[in-house]
């Protein structure tokens, strides 16, 4: 069944062309990703299709099919009322997350709020009469289904207004909601911008209903190649189709590449024959000579065509580093009562590739500032090198102090770049190499896209010759193509890294060894990739009673002492899980207050904490 169809749709600003012409079909179950270059429309063509835009173009087409529940998340959800949002929309920021969410318009949504008003007045005639409600409309499961959901991305404290909620929340609880609402065609907008890893596993899993359609932009190569069955790339203002997920389109775009290469030079040999035609062509030029001058101009414009070229050169000369770099030495530090680092100590070394990871909200950025010195931990001392540049590309970008060219921006960093072997770089031919052509180097910081503007930032702190770098979530808004390139140059970059990212992708390709945070102030060192640390974290498995005697062959190298410990953990795994699974169910009862509801989810909360410590401990014991 069609659900969409676009036709003849174009999208140009001034002489700037996005797109023209382009046209798409989206059928029940495709799970179609648009992906380009920063600053080519893919977020432009979205708002198109989801109505936020006007279409452009002759003649342009948008239909969707008679009673299809349609669903869009932005870049960036918009919260606070502002004359940009469409007429009649509603003003979120004062709610609450719980009203929020259920602000739904179905009879189920309905007596799910009016469930939850009554819990908070305690009137019990006004209790009875809403779950005579809630029964009209079958909305117990409903209710377990916003929990559920609420609890999976991290929301436990259902009362806290919206306004009091970080950027990332927002996009995540704005998700949430859009889930809730059930659309038949999803349309998405980097949805795993500010998801754990864990949240991004779990969407990958909804997102593999058959009946569900998908539209997306997304940066995330896993969540690519994992849910996609069709990949279609803006590519010179064209729209090119791929069928299959993300490594059937690198297969077949690197045999299309290397097509037109071989059509390129079989067109090269071809105006030379002609070149020497016309050079022996008599003056009188009959009709057949005229055509074959036609013909011959045709094949010259072939053939200066420019093969892509999405390659951004970095031999960057980078500043010499000592053996010392940075040492942390039993260093603490915490938030009040919230510890984010205790006793910690590590050295790090030349060749250093490590990823940070762990929630939302147990201090990772914070790390990175003890790590640079803009904190000052509270016991223990971090020390540094005498040779240590950092180079620091934050999770938040840059804004310039005042509306500049891109040329200019870069040149208030330096007028040149050095590089390997005692070259010199300009300012101009720099940023051609990162996809700035001599035209948009003359364009004001402000019309440049999200993607171009998070480009221009990593820029700028390449230029500065940085022996220890450091990625607070790079893959935030840049494309594909260009983190193709900053992971290869990333491959021989021969000084310290530090990464914290939620792409799987790049933490198997760049990364080591892992920092583990869980929020207790314990940080664990992992020697291997992410997928190994997720493949050992599925593996862990409490053994139950009577399995001993299976169990016993592997552990038999290990010493009594040890043997007894892992007994111990196992016990206080299971007994953790079975408590997890107690809490669970207990918030699923329809006459819990208000009151009941939080506190239950803050014991749910502390018991996840304890059994995650628990099991990495396990891990490490039986490792």
């Known amino acids: 069944m069609n659900y969409l169809t676009i036709e003849n749709v174009s999208k140009s600003y001034g002489e700037k062309l996005l797109f023209r012409d382009l046209s798409m079909r989206i059928n029940q179950g495709d799970k179609v990703a648009i992906i380009a270059r920063n600053g080519s429309g893919k977020s432009t063509l979205l708002r198109m299709i989801a109505g936020i835009e006007a279409l452009e173009g002759v003649n342009p087409i948008l239909l969707i ?6 669903g869009y998340l932005p870049q960036e959800p918009q919260f606070e009322s502002s004359p940009s949002l469409p007429k009649g929309g509603p003003v979120w920021v004062h709610e609450d997350i719980f009203t929020y969410v259920t602000s739904i318009d179905t009879p189920r949504h309905r007596a799910l709020r009016s469930h939850h008003d009554a819990l908070a007045s305690q009137d019990p005639i006004e209790l009875q009469h809403a779950m005579l409600q809630m029964d009209d409309a079958k909305a117990w499961d409903t209710e377990a289904n916003v929990f559920e959901m609420l609890h999976e991305f991290g929301f436990y404290e259902l009362s806290q207004p919206i306004s009091q909620l970080s950027g990332g929340q927002k996009k995540r609880i704005a998700l949430v909601r859009l889930l809730l609402e059930e659309p038949d065609l999803l349309i998405l907008d980097e949805p795993t911008n500010h998801l754990d890893v864990h949240i991004i596993e779990w969407l990958e899993d909804y997102l593999q209903n058959p009946q569900l359609a998908l539209l997306m932009v997304t940066h995330d190569r896993y969540f690519l190649n994992r849910v996609c069955n069709q990949i279609c790339e803006i590519h010179h203002g064209s729209l090119v189709k791929y069928r ?25 040999k071809l105006m030379r024959k002609e070149l020497e035609w016309v050079r022996r062509m008599p003056k009188a030029r009959t009709t057949k000579a005229k055509s074959r001058i036609q013909a011959f101009d045709e094949i010259k414009q072939l053939a200066s065509q420019k093969l892509d070229d999405d390659t951004v050169q970095m031999q960057i000369d980078m500043t010499r580093l000592g053996s010392k770099i940075v040492e942390f030495h039993n260093a603490g530090f915490a938030y009040d009562d919230k510890p984010i680092i205790e006793g910690f100590n590590y050295k790090f070394k030349k060749d250093d590739r490590i990823g940070l990871i762990g929630p939302n909200g147990v201090g990772k950025s914070t790390f990175i500032r003890l790590l640079m010195h803009e904190l000052v931990v509270q016991t223990g001392k971090v020390i540094h090198g005498d040779t240590v540049l950092f180079g620091y590309y934050r999770q938040e970008g840059f804004l310039p102090e005042k509306d500049q060219r891109v040329i200019d921006v870069v040149r208030d960093v330096a007028e040149y770049l050095p590089l390997k072997g005692g070259k010199k770089l300009t300012a101009e031919s720099l940023l051609e190499q990162f996809l700035f052509p001599r035209p948009q180097q003359q364009v004001y910081y402000s019309q440049l896209s999200g993607g171009e503007k998070r480009r221009l930032y990593l820029l700028t702190i390449l230029m500065k010759n940085p022996n220890f770098l450091i990625f607070d979530e790079p893959t935030n808004d840049l494309d594909i193509i260009t983190l193709n390139v900053l992971e290869e140059f990333l491959l021989d970059f021969p000084g310290c890294l530090l990464i914290v990212t939620h792409d799987r992708f790049i933490l198997d390709k760049l990364i080591d060894h892992l920092f583990i945070m869980d929020g207790s102030g314990a940080i664990k060192d992992y020697p291997g990739t992410y997928s190994q640390y997720a493949s050992s974290r599925q593996s862990l498995q409490p053994v139950k009673e009577g399995s001993n005697k299976s169990a016993e062959p592997s552990m038999s190298a290990i010493a009594h002492q040890d043997r007894k410990q892992l007994k111990r953990l196992e016990k206080e795994i299971e007994k953790l899980e079975e408590r997890t699974k107690m809490l669970t169910e207990r918030l699923y009862d329809p006459a819990l207050s208000l009151d009941e509801i939080q506190s239950l989810s803050r014991q749910l909360q502390e018991v996840q904490v304890a059994l995650e410590e628990k099991e990495m401990e396990w891990l490490e014991k039986e490792a």
């Open 244 to 268: 299959g997920n993300y490594y059937d389109y690198l297969e077949k775009k690197a045999l299309l590449s290397d097509n037109e290469s071989t059509q390129l030079d079989k067109t090269k």
């Open 65 to 70: 099919a008679n009673n299809i529940r349609v």
